[in-house]
């Protein structure tokens, strides 16, 4: 016998190999597992009939999740083979023929999981004839009888085209099967184990169609020696990478651990080659670290930012966001955090680990009384150094919802928005969260001047700024032409600013014809600038010009092309600024839920995720927060 016996394992090695099947190929040969599967089969004790109870009792217990993948493959020692009561299972009703000569079913492994202490789940394999075997998963009363089943498992040896493989979970079931064709596909069908023990069907996705760069990724699975199956597909992103279109950054969430309405995952972010797969630079995290757990608060998201960060001269950071919500009424929650990787060699460093960027949070009654506080995080990255890394700015939009019904029981709500800031800063290995030191500038009233006389100057509003005068209007036509110093393109309201001799020692740029060219100004103790804003406006405001008067030298900066949005137009953009300098940086932003980008042009209106300007290196950039740095 044991001649016998190592002579098929011979010859199975010969012919199939020892490795799990992840590709198969219609060529290969598979009569030495048939051969040894039918020789273990005949060595099996021909025992008595035992009672369901007593199979119960038996068999093999797995903990869930399980990854379920038996094939032929899977058979190699006579252990591998189970002795399975096919009659205590009920299994002729699953497949009438199943005692009917020539048909060769036969029952050869297994074991139970504990799915739900309401019934009894059972998993076994049966091979039909020599060349399909499928397993199946049931699960019975208390007293023996079938409530359900479903094939979790399937392998064929004629062909050699097709698979299935599943992932059991105590409340769901994942079942991929797969088709080796022209092409490689798998379609995902996912099911709810209910209490009652009846498996319901719930989605059917065909994961080839669901990703555009379904190769790419299938590629990662391979060198990373995962099937699609092991993956939490719903959150599997790639995005190609902003510097090399030859790459792409590929994330792939391993699950761990699996249950009803929670799940854990292992973190896999790779940088892949697009043509081959071959993974380039790596990066693993466990479940019990990376914060990939999703229970009450769902981890319903993970998107990779869209922009790298230059973090150094000559090295970038791309950005991963993951999203948790929680689903309770009465306490709303929502969080959103950024980590950032960087490459090293062949792998990927983690040098900002779950930074929050958002998070909404309160508490209310589910009628009227409750309270609310947002925060939107600005990423910016700052022009100093900390250990040979760029600083980064983040800037804080916190707004605080109340909600309560006044004196005739109509509900109110009042909002209050205020702005704090911090700086991200490199420790050697990772960021780390330190005080801004911002220095805040507030709207100050400077002296009016009346009657200020400018040849052919038509003045709106002038100021005294010690010893300056500042002055905003137009030139007037001559007999309703342009002339000088205005042109086709340079006319219309601007800004002067005069010495103590009165003479003109700074002339912006015309804006054209305007309603409203109001001069706003800022200062802070802790500064020598002050900045001025010039409220623009028709029959509605678009935006402001913005200037710096540093050291007697007046520039302007550019233009705030922002207004915040209120149904009844109350506030304009000078009512709702906030200036901070960090850093050497110039951050505006604005104190309002929602805004209008180029107002008077396109009128594009957004809700303020902290949408900033930020006037550093000479520039002055709108910056649009969180998925896009």
């Not at 044991?2 to 012919?15: D, E, G, M, R």
């Not at 995962?226 to 792939?252: A, R």
């Not at 019904?405 to 209050?416: A, V, Y």
């Amino acid at each position: 016998m044991k001649i016998q016996y190592h002579i098929a394992i011979l010859v199975l090695t010969i012919s199939c190999g020892h490795g799990s099947k992840t590709k198969k190929k219609p060529e290969i040969e598979t009569q030495g597992a048939v051969e040894i599967i039918e020789t273990a089969l005949d060595t099996l004790p021909k025992s008595v009939h035992l009672d369901f109870a007593e199979v119960i009792a038996n068999s093999q217990t797995k903990k869930l999740p399980h990854i379920e993948d038996t094939n032929f493959d899977s058979f190699i020692d006579e252990d591998d083979y189970d002795e399975v009561d096919a009659k205590a299972l009920k299994l002729d009703q699953i497949y009438p023929d199943f005692n009917s000569e020539g048909h060769n079913y036969r029952a050869i492994t297994i074991y139970k999981i504990p799915v739900n202490t309401n019934f009894h789940t059972i998993v076994t394999t049966i091979q039909h004839g020599d060349h399909e075997m499928e397993t199946i998963i049931i699960n019975y009363d208390t007293e023996g009888n079938i409530i359900d089943h479903k094939q979790v498992a399937f392998d064929e040896i004629a062909e050699g085209m097709s698979r299935t493989v599943s992932r059991i979970s105590e409340s769901k079931l994942t079942v991929n099967k797969i088709f080796w064709g022209n092409t490689k596909e798998v379609e995902e069908i996912e099911y709810e184990i209910r209490g009652n023990g009846t498996i319901e069907k719930v989605s059917v996705k065909r994961l080839n169609d669901s990703f555009k760069n379904f190769a790419l990724i299938d590629g990662v699975l391979t060198d990373l020696n995962l099937d699609w199956v092991q993956t939490k597909t719903d959150l599997i992103t790639t995005l190609e990478t902003p510097d090399n279109p030859n790459e792409s950054i590929v994330v792939i969430p391993e699950v761990v651990d699996e249950g009803e309405q929670y799940f854990d995952l292992n973190s896999h972010i790779v940088i892949a080659d697009n043509r081959s797969g071959k993974i380039m630079n790596k990066y693993f995290e466990s479940h019990q670290t990376n914060q990939w757990i999703s229970d009450a608060i769902e981890l319903n998201e993970i998107q990779i930012a869209p922009n790298l960060l230059e973090i150094t001269e000559n090295k970038v950071a791309f950005g991963l966001y993951v999203s948790y919500f929680g689903h309770s009424r009465v306490n709303p929650y929502q969080n959103k955090t950024l980590s950032l990787f960087m490459k090293s060699k062949d792998s990927l460093i983690k040098v900002l680990a779950n930074y929050t960027v958002a998070m909404n949070r309160g508490e209310w009654d589910e009628d009227c009384d409750g309270r609310f506080k947002d925060e939107e995080k600005a990423v910016v990255m700052s022009t100093k150094k900390t250990n040979d890394h760029f600083d980064i700015l983040i800037n804080n939009k916190i707004t605080e919802t109340k909600m309560f019904k006044d004196n005739d029981g109509e509900c109110q709500t009042e909002k209050f928005f205020h702005v704090k800031n911090n700086v991200l800063k490199f420790n050697g290995s990772t960021y780390t969260e330190h005080d801004s030191g911002a220095i805040l500038f507030s709207e100050y009233d400077p002296e009016k001047l009346e009657g200020i006389h400018i040849d052919r100057f038509d003045v709106d509003h002038a100021y005294q700024l010690e010893a300056f005068k500042i002055a905003a209007g137009n030139y007037k036509p001559e007999n309703g032409r342009t002339v000088a110093p205005d042109t086709e393109t340079d006319w219309g309201d601007r800004l002067l600013m005069l010495d103590a001799s009165n003479k003109i020692v700074y002339r912006s740029k015309g804006i054209g014809d305007a309603y409203l060219f109001e001069p706003h100004f800022y200062k802070s103790n802790a500064s020598d600038k002050v900045i001025i804003i010039c409220q623009m406006a028709f029959e509605y405001p678009f935006g402001g010009e913005a200037f710096i008067l540093e050291n007697g030298t007046l520039k302007s900066i550019g233009t705030l092309d922002i207004e915040p949005y209120d149904e009844n137009l109350d506030n304009y953009l000078t009512d709702v600024l906030e200036i901070n300098e960090i850093e050497g940086s110039l951050v505006f932003a604005l104190k309002s839920e929602e805004v209008i980008l180029k107002p008077g042009s396109e009128d594009t209106l957004k809700t303020n995720k902290n949408v900033i300007y930020v006037y550093q290196n000479n520039e002055l950039a709108l910056k649009q927060i969180r998925n896009e740095f």
